[in-house]
């Protein structure tokens, strides 16, 4: 006699194939097991990228801050795909990279919070978790809500958290330390504050 047993999770491969059906204007992510729709940011959210954009360029002109659509394998995470607001890598690192990228090479990650009522689980707990899980040494997370800005550093994969973690409110200053070593003025985030 065989027994059937329900599935409560989808194999990576399963969501990799609905992911690449989605129309352009739908964009999934897949954590803890789940599929996620990321949100389309707004007007503010855009401009806080830029803002970190422009920051990241003239600090460190040898990476590049690439924005919303670069797509990360978490494996050690569920075998998650994530795709975080900002990946920072040396320039041209994901030259011949298909749609999911090993995390291996990125120095930082960000994520700035969207105003939707899944922001607090999916920003400041589940992909944390992921990030810290593959060892990226930065995640950099711009908290609207909070008027904060929070460094994540010194990951432990082992544990999928993050062992160092720098809280401050917009309009201080922030270290972002190696391997990304730039500081930010954020006195500029109190303008995209609602």
Not at 29 to 47: L, T, W
Not at 95 to 107: C, I, K, Q, R, T
Not at 169 to 188: A, C, K, N, S
Request: with cysteine; net charge negative.
């Amino acid at each position: 006699m065989t027994v059937m047993t329900e599935r409560t999770h989808m194999l990576v491969e399963e969501f990799e194939e609905i992911a690449s059906t989605v129309p352009e204007t739908v964009t999934l992510e897949f954590i803890n097991g789940r599929i996620e729709e990321k949100y389309v940011p707004d007007g503010d959210h855009d401009e806080i990228i830029r803002w970190l954009q422009k920051r990241c360029m003239q600090h460190r002109p040898d990476l590049w801050l690439y924005a919303s659509e670069r797509g990360l394998k978490a494996e050690a995470y569920r075998k998650g795909r994530v795709r975080p607001d900002g990946v920072l890598a040396p320039d041209g690192h994901f030259s011949g990279h298909g749609e999911w990228s090993d995390p291996e090479g990125v120095l930082m990650t960000v994520e700035v919070t969207s105003h939707d009522g899944d922001t607090g689980r999916r920003d400041r707990i589940e992909k944390p978790a992921a990030y810290a899980a593959v060892g990226i040494p930065v995640y950099l997370l711009v908290d609207r809500d909070a008027c904060a800005v929070i460094v994540h550093t010194n990951p432990d994969p082992k544990s999928s958290c993050y062992l160092d973690i720098h809280r401050a409110p917009f309009g201080e200053q922030v270290v972002l330390p190696e391997p990304v070593g730039i500081t930010l003025d954020t006195d500029t985030l109190k303008n995209y504050v609602r």
